[in-house]
């Protein structure tokens, strides 16, 4: 059974930054072979991608988090990162992690990030 394990949301002002951090369980196997998501969830809307990661480094952004959010990974590590930057109200979502094995999707327990004042 994989295990994703988000962590690093908060409370911070717009303005501020946060690092999340997602973090595989050894069970994934070979990490580096595996493309991994960050999707996010506001309250009375929809889950959406916000961005992602290739097993080689290839990144995509969504357009509203464009140039204020970084993907990273650390296979060293089996952890994938987000460096959110300028963040803004409307980024206040639960952040999750999610990684397609085959025909399996596994997803984390997410992390609640709050941009208010």
């Known amino acids: 059974q994989v295990q994703l394990v988000e962590s690093g949301g908060g409370l911070v002002q717009p303005g501020g930054s946060l690092r999340l951090s997602c973090a595989a369980s050894?069970?994934?196997?070979?990490?580096?072979?595996?493309?991994i998501d960050w999707y996010r969830q506001a309250p009375e809307k929809q889950r959406e991608l916000v961005e992602g990661?290739?097993?080689?480094?290839?990144?995509s952004y969504a357009d509203a988090v464009k140039g204020r959010f970084t993907i990273s990974r650390d296979n060293a590590k089996n952890t994938v990162y987000l460096q959110m930057n300028s963040l803004k109200p409307e980024d206040t979502a639960v952040y999750y992690c999610?990684?397609?094995?085959?025909?399996?999707?596994?997803w984390g327990q997410g992390t609640q990030v709050t941009v208010s004042s």
């Open positions: 050894p069970s994934i196997g070979i990490f580096r072979f595996y493309g």
């Open positions: 990661i290739t097993s080689g480094g290839t990144t």
């Open positions: 999610n990684v397609l094995l085959g025909s399996i999707s596994y």
